[in-house]
């Protein structure tokens, strides 16, 4: 099969599929530490987040096979499944979707050294849609913050702004 991308480009998505896959597996985390919580609208919203982390991982994997390169299932790193409490597992997702956002950035700038303009232009996706991702996680961890603990303003916060993501999973 032709080839339209570089063995570099191809171990540097390969490398993020890891990323997203493991961001999938550490909502999944967070997501069961609030339902035994008994917040199930902080629950939902990691679920809903875990399948987000899902498809992009798989976008990644589709991508490379389209463009001719191996995609490679890979296994995922360790995620954290003890929490002290929802702020510290809000500001975990957080600082979770700041990392990704670099390694993204990073990768854009690959593809055009590389200059794989076919690379750079599905990449845009992957830019745009961090803004989303750090700007709704950055509000959630502000009402957590503002919230104190009273958990149940959180919830109320998440049931009248219901997130992106399922208009996302409808589409
Ligand atoms: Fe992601
Ligand atoms: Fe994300």
């Known amino acids: 099969m032709t080839t339209l991308i ?3 480009v ?3 998505l390969n490398a993020q599929v890891v ?3 493991t961001a999938q597996n550490q909502y999944i985390a967070i997501a069961l530490y609030f339902d035994a ?3 199930p609208e902080l629950s939902n919203f990691f679920h809903l987040q875990a399948q987000e982390e899902h498809q992009h991982g798989m976008k990644l994997l589709q991508y490379i096979t389209d463009a001719g390169g191996h995609p490679i299932v890979p296994a995922t790193n ?3 499944n003890h929490f002290e409490s929802v702020e510290e597992a809000v500001e975990l997702a ?3 979707e700041l990392k990704v956002t670099d390694q993204i950035n990073t990768l854009v700038a690959l593809a055009e050294a590389e200059k794989d ?3 750079r232009q599905t ?3 992957f830019v745009t849609e961090q803004l989303e991702e750090v700007s709704s996680m950055s509000d959630l961890l502000n009402v957590v913050k503002r919230a104190g603990d009273n958990l149940f303003l959180v919830e109320e916060f998440l049931r009248s702004n219901p997130h992106e993501a399922e208009a996302e999973a409808e589409a």
């Open 19 to 21: 990323e997203e896959f």
């Open 123 to 125: 990449l845009q996706w």
């Open 117 to 119: 303009y076919l690379t």
């Open 78 to 80: 360790e995620v954290k």
């Open 6 to 8: 570089n063995k570099k």
């Open 10 to 12: 191809v171990d540097a």
């Open 37 to 39: 919580e008994t917040l």
């Open 94 to 96: 957080l600082n979770q």
